[in-house]
T-cell receptor, first 112, second 116 residues
Framework: SQTIHQWPATLVQPVGSPLSLECTVEGTSNPNLYWYRQAAGRGLQLLFYSVGIGQISSEVPQNLSASRPQDRQFILSSKKLLLSDSGFYLC???????????FGSGTQLSVL | AQSVAQPEDQVNVAEGNPLTVKCTYSVSGNPYLFWYVQYPNRGLQFLLKYITGDNLVKGSYGFEAEFNKSQTSFHLKKPSALVSDSALYFCAVRDDSGAGSYQLTFGKGTKLSVIP
């Protein structure tokens, strides 16, 4: 069966520090991969999606970037965190574009 | 552009009563519609989806949703609410027309509280 792993679960970082959040999927190949941000426990904002290795699409211009160095690995990064980067970050995958998403357990990021 | 609206921030229902969480959508083509549930500090879990076919879709944990094309709605329902159903519920839509079709657009969520 397929599983998605996302870590860390909680992260507290100072303003201006770098960020690296990692997400891996097991039990499938060539998944579509997504990064979402959820602010204040409510709506989800799509940040990045990827349909293959090295293929990254950005939905919102911001202080963050994403990379997909391997088929089942998706990384969210920042060189310098801002206070506004705080939130709950969710990684997700789907077998194809029109299938349901499977979500990771999320990372609560607090930038202080 | 595709969009989805959940008009109620919060829904309160007594245990054992039927519940409805509302969702309306807007797309250029045909909609792919989804419901997800989120428990505190957790990722979202898939409940059910409508792609095509029967307008009444049955999903996990006794939930169902009715697709109404004329009213552009996809309301989530359950005949008898449980306290354990208390959570945050998200409706989501994807447009099959190809415009922004990679993007699954989520509503802002509705907090369901089931009162014992």
């Amino acid at each position: 069966s397929q599983t998605i792993h996302q870590w860390p679960a909680t992260l507290v970082q100072p303003v201006g520090s770098p960020l690296s959040l990692e997400c891996t999927v097991e039990g499938t190949s060539n998944p579509n991969l997504y990064w979402y941000r959820q602010a204040a426990g409510r709506g989800l904002q799509l940040l990045f999606y990827s349909v293959g290795i090295g293929q990254i699409s950005s939905e919102v211009p911001q202080n963050l970037s994403a990379s997909r160095p391997q088929d089942r690995q998706f990384i969210l990064s920042s060189k310098k965190l801002l206070l506004s980067d705080s939130g709950f970050y969710l990684c997700a995958w789907s077998p194809t574009t029109y299938e349901k998403l499977f979500f990771g357990s999320g990372t609560q990021l607090s930038v202080l | 552009a595709q969009s989805v609206a959940q008009p109620e921030d919060q829904v309160n229902v007594a245990e054992g009563n039927p519940l409805t969480v509302k969702c309306t959508y807007s797309v250029s083509g045909n909609p792919y519609l989804f419901w997800y549930v989120q428990y505190p500090n957790r990722g979202l879990q898939f409940l059910l989806k409508y792609i095509t076919g029967d307008n009444l879709v049955k999903g996990s944990y006794g939930f169902e949703a009715e697709f109404n094309k004329s009213q552009t709605s996809f309301h989530l329902k359950k005949p008898s609410a449980l306290v354990s159903d208390s959570a945050l519920y998200f409706c989501a839509v994807r447009d099959d027309s190809g415009a922004g079709s990679y993007q699954l657009t989520f509503g802002k969520g509705t907090k369901l509280s089931v009162i014992p």
